[in-house]
């Protein structure tokens, strides 16, 4: 057995990564870790995972993490490098937060607060366009890995294969995209108070200043070969889990608005994890809570001669912890999709 430990374990990405890993055939948990919790059980701050319930949350420490030849990181942003220096450079360790997302550094400084870290290889091997199969090779074998953000995932997948096949234009990328509360995570928010978030939509981050902006032109620059600009605009939604984003940009003008849906079915005719829906159909949070699927729907308002994709993912799963345990598998030399659950909880 593969003994993975998980730093951050009391969080809502630790958790997931907890309830996939009890799934997954060939890992056993090692020691789960926290920080304002360590010293608590388990199954006082995550009852539903009942198998792991009596395991003792410790201290997030170079120490307790030492010993596995995997390790997690689910912790806030700017915590992941100091940790991952102090481990063995064999480890294998994915880290969930953005420290290591960006391979801008002036891209850093203009969104985070803290230093910059470096970059890793980036977890999205599905990302299509000129860098595909670098992107899946990087984390063949890797022994550092970066998760991409939740909003960046869905953004990125819905939009990247009209980059890649040279349809769109570069400059006139519009993301309105709706999360679920938990993707703000678990410690206590004014703004996500029940009584707040109940029976309400509302905008956060807008105006080009959120964080996933510069992840999101990272990811469409190298599908497309070429800098891409986004504006990008997230709602909360009153829901505990998902990301439905609704994505526009404009046809260049030698496109041909017949041969929108090819590309986008080219691109993720071999992706287990990304599943275009058959035309008319739209994608709905629903329909992915608890899977690791991306859901898509592509069309194209002739009259604007703007592409409209729609995605919609977990959060917590695709967005976070399942890719998580899906770069592991590259990482490692396992079957890609071992132990990821690609059908949801419904109704
Ligand atoms: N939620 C989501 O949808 C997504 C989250 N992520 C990323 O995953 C990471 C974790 O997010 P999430 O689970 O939502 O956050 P939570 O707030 O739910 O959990 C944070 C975890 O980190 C621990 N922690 C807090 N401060 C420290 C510290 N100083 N040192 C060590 N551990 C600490 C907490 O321990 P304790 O509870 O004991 O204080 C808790 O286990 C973040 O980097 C986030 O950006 C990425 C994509 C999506
Ligand atoms: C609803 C909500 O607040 N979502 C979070 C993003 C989710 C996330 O955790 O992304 P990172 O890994 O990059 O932090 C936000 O907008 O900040």
Redesign the pocket.
């Known amino acids: 057995m593969i003994r993975a430990a998980v ?8 958790g997931e990564i907890l309830r996939l890993l009890l799934a997954h055939p060939r890992f056993e948990v090692g020691a789960v870790t ?5 010293g608590e059980r388990l199954g006082g701050v995550h009852p539903h995972l009942v198998p792991l319930a009596d395991r003792v949350l410790e201290a ?1 420490t170079p120490a307790t993490l030492a010993g596995h030849d995997v390790v997690f990181l ?4 700017g ?1 992941s490098g100091a940790i991952a220096a102090q481990l063995s450079e064999s480890v294998v360790i994915i880290d ?3 420290d290591f997302r960006l391979e801008s550094e002036s891209a850093w400084t203009s969104f985070y607060d803290t230093p910059y870290a470096g970059s890793w290889p980036y977890g999205l091997p599905e990302l299509p366009g000129a860098a595909a199969s670098v992107q899946r090779d990087r984390l063949e074998g890797a022994r550092r890995i970066a998760v991409p ?2 909003y960046p995932t869905g953004i990125s997948l819905a939009l990247a294969p009209g980059f890649a096949a040279g349809l769109l234009e570069a400059d006139d990328v519009v993301v309105v995209a709706a999360s679920g509360t ?2 703000a ?3 206590l928010k004014p703004h996500l108070l029940g009584s707040e978030v109940m029976g309400s939509m509302s905008p956060y981050g807008v105006g080009g200043v959120h964080r996933h902006t510069p992840e999101i032109e990272q990811n469409l620059s190298r599908a497309a070969g070429e800098p891409v600009t986004v504006s990008f605009t997230p709602t909360l939604a009153p829901m505990p889990r998902g990301i439905l984003a609704t994505c526009t940009a404009r046809l260049r003008e030698d496109s041909d608005p017949a041969s929108v849906r090819a590309a986008w079915e080219t691109a993720y005719a071999d992706e287990p994890f990304v599943h275009l829906l058959p035309a008319g159909s739209w994608p709905s949070t629903a329909s992915v809570v608890g899977s690791n699927q991306v859901l898509l729907q592509v069309t194209v308002d002739e009259r604007l001669r703007r592409v409209v994709v729609v995605s919609a993912i977990d ?2 799963t695709k ?2 912890a399942g890719a998580a345990v899906q770069c592991a598998n590259l990482a490692l030399g396992l079957e890609e999709t071992l132990g990821l659950p690609t059908a949801g909880v419904a109704p």
């Open positions: 730093a951050g374990a009391s969080g809502y990405a630790g926290a920080a304002s919790s360590a997030t689910a912790l806030p942003h915590h969930c937060g953005a953000g939740c938990s993707g995570g678990k410690s959060n917590l967005g976070t």
